[in-house]
């Protein structure tokens, strides 16, 4: 399905085809992207992470992951 015919086709009934925004994440992969995520954001390599990494922009990628 190309990007102008989802577009055209928006509201219908939906089609057996992956979406065009991508695939569903295994748990595996899931996991796997959040661990990355939460590297990142610990940026005191403490293994924890605490209220003013949450507000780095790492911090908060991981928030918006887990919500």
């Known amino acids: 399905m190309t ?3 989802f577009k055209a086709g928006w509201g ?3 089609s057996p085809q ?3 925004i991508g695939r569903t994440l ?6 796997s992207a959040v661990s990355a995520l939460f590297k990142d954001a610990d940026q005191d390599n403490e293994v924890r992470l605490d209220e003013k990494e949450f507000a780095f922009k790492q911090g908060k990628a991981l928030l918006r992951v887990t919500r």
């Open 3 to 5: 990007r102008s015919s």
């Open 12 to 14: 219908k009934s939906p």
């Open 18 to 20: 992956p979406t065009p």
């Open 26 to 31: 295994t748990k595996d992969e899931f996991l």
